[in-house]
T-cell receptor, first 114, second 115 residues
Framework: AQSVTQLDSHVSVSEGTPVLLRCNYSSSYSPSLFWYVQHPNKGLQLLLKYTSAATLVKGINGFEAEFKKSETSFHLTKPSAHMSDAAEYFCVVSVWNQGGKLIFGQGTELSVKP | EAGVAQSPRYKIIEKRQSVAFWCNPISGHATLYWYQQILGQGPKLLIQFQNNGVVDDSQLPKDRFSAERLKGVDSTLKIQPAKLEDSAVYLC?????????????FGSGTRLTVV
C-alpha cells in the first residue's frame, strides 16, 4: 500500500537560514510525489511534483525536492527561509492504480523566526 | 481559468442536523474528489468520481455521508445526521485526466463546525 511519512510535525528556522522538511514514502509502484503548502485559512497550493522525470524537482518560491529511490525519500528544501514561508506543508503520494487518489502525510508546520 | 468553486465557506450546525456542501470543478475536468481535513491532520479522501460514476468511496461513512455528481459536473456532499467528529474542512478537488495526470486543483474548502 502507498503511504507517506513526514518525519517532523514542526520545524522552526530563522529567516535567511535553510529549510529542510523530511518525507519518506512507501509505494509498490513508481510513485508520483507532490509537496503542497497550506497557509492559515487558505486552500492547498501545489509547490512541486515529481512524475518520474528528473529526480531534482524545482518548484515555486525557491523550493525544490529530490527524489531518492534508494532511500524512499522526497525531502523539501529551500536555501533561505522567508517570513512568508511560515505555513503547513504536506508531502503527498498519488495512487495511480487507484484512480489517482492522493494520500497525504500528516503535515509539517514550518515556523520562521525573524 | 476559473478555479474549483465551493460553497458555503463556513457552516455551523448542531449535532444530529443535516448539512450539504457544493462543489463546481474546473470546466472539463472529468475527475472530482472530496477530501476531509480534520484539524491538525492531512486531508483524507472521502469519495472520487470519474464523470458521474463513483470510482472510490471506500472511506466514506455511508451511514451518514452521501455524495452525488449529477451530469458529471457539479457535486454535492451531504451529512445526515452530523456528529461532533465531523467538524473539519471539506475540500473538493478536480483533475482533467484519470489518475490525476493532468494535475489537481483544490477549492478553498468548507469549514464545518458541529456543536
Amino acid at each position: 500500500a502507498q503511504s507517506v511519512t513526514q518525519l517532523d510535525s514542526h520545524v522552526s528556522v530563522s529567516e535567511g537560514t535553510p529549510v529542510l522538511l523530511r518525507c519518506n514514502y512507501s509505494s509498490s509502484y513508481s510513485p508520483s510525489l507532490f509537496w503542497y503548502v497550506q497557509h492559515p485559512n487558505k486552500g492547498l497550493q501545489l509547490l512541486l511534483k515529481y512524475t518520474s522525470a528528473a529526480t531534482l524537482v524545482k518548484g515555486i518560491n525557491g523550493f525544490e525536492a529530490e527524489f531518492k529511490k534508494s532511500e524512499t525519500s522526497f525531502h523539501l528544501t529551500k536555501p533561505s527561509a522567508h517570513m512568508s514561508d511560515a505555513a503547513e506543508y504536506f508531502c503527498v503520494v498519488s495512487v495511480w492504480n487507484q484512480g489517482g487518489k492522493l494520500i497525504f502525510g500528516q503535515g509539517t508546520e514550518l515556523s520562521v523566526k525573524p | 481559468e476559473a478555479g474549483v468553486a465551493q460553497s458555503p465557506r463556513y457552516k455551523i450546525i448542531e449535532k444530529r442536523q443535516s448539512v450539504a456542501f457544493w462543489c463546481n470543478p474546473i470546466s472539463g475536468h472529468a475527475t472530482l474528489y472530496w477530501y476531509q481535513q480534520i484539524l491538525g491532520q492531512g486531508p483524507k479522501l472521502l469519495i472520487q468520481f470519474q464523470n458521474n460514476g463513483v470510482v472510490d468511496d471506500s472511506q466514506l461513512p455511508k451511514d451518514r455521508f452521501s455524495a452525488e455528481r449529477l451530469k458529471g459536473v457539479d457535486s454535492t456532499l451531504k451529512i445526515q445526521p452530523a456528529k461532533l467528529e465531523d467538524s473539519a474542512v471539506y475540500l473538493c478537488a478536480s483533475s482533467s485526466l484519470t489518475g490525476g495526470a493532468g494535475g489537481y486543483t483544490f477549492g478553498s474548502g468548507t469549514r464545518l463546525t458541529v456543536v
